[in-house]
């Protein structure tokens, strides 16, 4: 996977959601790398490779399995990992899967559904499905930015992608042509069970003005994680850490201080 990196110290690992790739961390890796070695990845099918093998699938999993694949490749693990919407869920699952290469968890709005004892089987509801297959046939037919806008303000609020830049635009353009990929490959449902396998300590992040699904899976992951914390970013929607960096960074930075002078402490005694 190509990537980016800036600063020294400790490995901190941020994996990008849908549209985007590791242009994406540009103001965490400004901000934090004075602390941290920081590293931000372009997952499989994202740019700058944009000609990924059709045989090659478009998958969460093998995603979730490329990001430990990465750290053992970039021998500076374990890692303290930050996964943001559908990146929030491959950092998940990564964690779940592979817990000796995860040394702390960052989830912000991470996206999937929710699974909720006693109901049916969770999925995304049908009226989320028919807008994600018009702005994925709009892309599809050539109207890029009308496909574009109608998904990014689904996700985040309307008139988001309107008021975004145009470093922001630019990059969901360029990898318009993994959203309808995306489509056909849905992310799981959250569940306690595998929730309770991830060991390692997790903050949660959400947006104050996050659309709904997003912080509802934040308050059931919350309860469910059998380490976790949560930080709300006042002011953001689910792009918090564009809209707010200084607040989504120091969120971060403080909880990995926080753990690292709690392992401290644990070796000393």
């Known amino acids: 996977?190509?990537?980016?990196?800036?600063?020294?110290?400790?490995?901190?690992?941020?994996?990008?959601?849908?549209?985007?790739?590791?242009?994406?961390?540009?103001?965490?890796?400004?901000?934090?790398?004075?602390?941290?070695?920081?590293?931000?990845?372009?997952?499989?099918?994202?740019?700058?490779?944009?000609?990924?093998?059709?045989?090659?699938?478009?998958?969460?999993?093998?995603?979730?399995?490329?990001?430990?694949?990465?750290?053992?490749?970039?021998?500076?693990?374990?890692?303290?990992?930050?996964?943001?919407?559908?990146?929030?869920?491959?950092?998940?699952?990564?964690?779940?899967?592979?817990?000796?290469?995860?040394?702390?968890?960052?989830?912000?709005?991470?996206?999937?559904?929710?699974?909720?004892?006693?109901?049916?089987?969770?999925?995304?509801?049908?009226?989320?499905?028919?807008?994600?297959?018009?702005?994925?046939?709009?892309?599809?037919?050539?109207?890029?930015?009308?496909?574009?806008?109608?998904?990014?303000?689904?996700?985040?609020?309307p008139g988001f992608w309107a008021m975004s830049t145009p470093g922001f635009r630019r990059m969901a353009t360029d990898n318009a042509h993994t959203l309808a990929r995306q489509f056909r490959d849905p992310l799981p449902a959250y569940v306690p069970e595998e929730a309770a396998e991830v060991r390692c300590p997790v903050l949660l992040i959400d947006g104050e003005k996050s659309p709904d699904m997003f912080r509802r899976t934040v308050t059931a992951l919350q309860g469910w994680l059998p380490d976790a914390r949560r930080q709300t970013v006042r002011g953001a929607s689910h792009g918090m850490n564009l809209a707010h960096p200084s607040a989504f960074n120091r969120y971060i930075d403080e909880f990995i201080e926080a753990f690292i002078e709690g392992d401290t402490r644990a070796v000393r005694m």
């Open 1 to 157: 996977m190509p990537y980016v990196e800036a600063g020294e110290g400790e490995l901190l690992l941020f994996v990008h959601g849908s549209l985007c790739d590791y242009r994406y961390w540009q103001p965490q890796l400004a901000g934090l790398s004075k602390r941290y070695r920081c590293v931000a990845v372009s997952l499989t099918h994202y740019w700058p490779v944009t000609d990924t093998g059709q045989d090659l699938p478009f998958s969460w999993s093998e995603h979730a399995d490329e990001v430990a694949e990465f750290i053992d490749r970039f021998g500076a693990g374990p890692a303290h990992v930050v996964g943001h919407s559908r990146g929030g869920c491959v950092a998940f699952h990564f964690a779940r899967r592979h817990p000796e290469r995860v040394r702390t968890l960052m989830l912000a709005d991470p996206g999937g559904p929710l699974q909720i004892a006693g109901r049916a089987p969770a999925r995304l509801p049908e009226t989320v499905n028919a807008l994600r297959a018009k702005a994925a046939q709009l892309i599809e037919t050539g109207e890029v930015e009308a496909g574009l806008q109608l998904f990014v303000d689904s996700v985040s609020r």
